[in-house]
Each structure stands twice: as C-alpha cells, then as structure tokens.
T-cell receptor
Framework: DTAVSQTPKYLVTQMGNDKSIKCEQNLGHDTMYWYKQDSKKFLKIMFS???????INETVPNRFSPKSPDKAHLNLHINSLELGDSAVYFC???????????FGAGSRLTVL | DAKTTQPPSMDCAEGRAANLPCNHSTISGNEYVYWYRQIHSQGPQYIIH???NNETNEMASLIITEDRKSSTLILPHATLRDTAVYYC??????????????FGQGTELSVKP
C-alpha cells in the first residue's frame, strides 16, 4: 500500500545506454514530479506534470524525457546516459496547487 | 520565493527538545513557511507548514516570529530516529505552480544518546 512507488530502486548501467525509471502514486493526486539529488545532496526539481500535462521543465537536457500515461503515473526516460547523470531520482506527488508533497523512496542511478 | 538561511548542523540529546532555526528575512505576505526532513537514504518527508500563526501537529511545532522574518521548528522529545536533514522552505501558498519547492542545504540534525 505504498503511496508513491518507484522502480527500480537501484540501477547500474554503462555510459551511452538508455534507461527508464517508473513512478506510480495511489493517492489520487493530480500533480507529479521528478527531483534529482546529486552527490552533494542538493535536491533539484526537474519536471512537474498536472493531469498528464507538463507544467514545469527546469532546463533539463532533452536527453531526459518524462512521460505521463495517466495522472497516477510519471515515468522518466533517459537517453545516452552520461557520468553526470549518476544521482538519486525522487518521484513526488501532491494535490493540485498544494505544497505538501509525498515523495517516493528514490531510485539510485549509477552510470559507469 | 524568499531565500532561507539555516545552520548547516546541530546536535541534540535524545529525549530533549530540538529547536531548529530558520531565517527568512525577505519573506512576503503571501508566502508560507514549510518544513520537510530527509532521513538518510529516504525520500523527503513533509513535517509542517504555517503562514503567521504558530502551528502544531503530531510531529512538531512551528513557531513563527511576529515579523515573520524567522521561524523555529521544535521537535519536543527528539529520538534517534529524528536524525535527518531538515529543510526550511518559503513558498507562496496554493497556486497553479504549487509544488515547485526549492530545497536549500538544510540543517543536519544529529540526535545523540
């Protein structure tokens, strides 16, 4: 009965590969997010979707492509992985307009 | 959104109150103060938020000064499980851009036995 679930929890891959991280929330929230936390522990917003529509794109390279098939799911696809993409990626969700976010447990991506 | 300033680290003895300060001297009238925490290797967790009145819930209390330029998060009886990084965030209230929370460096709280 996890509220915001992400898969996989760990992902190790080679430079140049393409990978996806999936996120699902069962809270009935309208808005979902991807945040990136790098090795220095800074947590930065990447994308936000509201009812399947992109509303925030924080100047992320176009190798990153979020996809929201429905309002309960927000997936993150990353093409041509680079060393600097190594980080923990957090999915989050909230009711539209509210600032109380529920975060997933994170997906640790390591690019070798 | 107004900038916040927090001490990088604090210690607290188990069972004592932990008082975490936050300065937000440029806060404007429609901005709320939000607190989140991140326990090691977990996702951030919402704690509490307020506009100008003091707030309390099952996790913590939030004290906001009358001029709203600073606030204090209080964990009344800290336990070892409260060891985490605590983030103070100032953000306008519910809006179409809700959720674009900007996390700073936060305060690393260590609760010691």
């Amino acid at each position: 009965d996890t509220a915001v679930s992400q898969t996989p929890k760990y992902l190790v891959t080679q430079m140049g590969n393409d990978k996806s991280i999936k996120c699902e929330q069962n809270l009935g929230h309208d808005t979902m997010y991807w945040y990136k936390q790098d090795s220095k522990k800074f947590l930065k917003i990447m994308f936000s979707y509201n009812n399947k529509e992109l509303i925030i794109n924080e100047t992320v390279p176009n190798r990153f492509s979020p996809k929201s098939p429905d309002k309960a799911h927000l997936n993150l696809h990353i093409n041509s992985l680079e060393l600097g993409d190594s980080a923990v990626y957090f999915c989050a969700s909230n009711r539209a307009g509210a600032n109380v976010l529920t975060f997933g447990a994170g997906s640790r991506l390591t690019v070798l | 959104d107004a900038k916040t300033t927090q001490p990088p680290s604090m210690d607290c003895a188990e069972g004592r109150a932990a008082n975490l300060p936050c300065n937000h001297s440029t806060i404007s009238g429609n901005e709320y103060v939000y607190w989140y925490r991140q326990i090691h290797s977990q996702g951030p967790q919402y704690i509490i938020h307020g506009l100008k009145n003091n707030e309390t819930n099952e996790m913590a209390s939030l004290i906001i000064t009358e001029d709203r330029k600073s606030s204090t998060l209080i964990l009344p009886h800290a336990t070892l499980r409260d060891t985490a990084v605590y983030y103070c965030i100032v953000r306008v209230g519910p809006s179409n851009q809700g959720g674009k929370l900007i996390f700073g460096q936060g305060t690393e709280l260590s609760v010691k036995p």
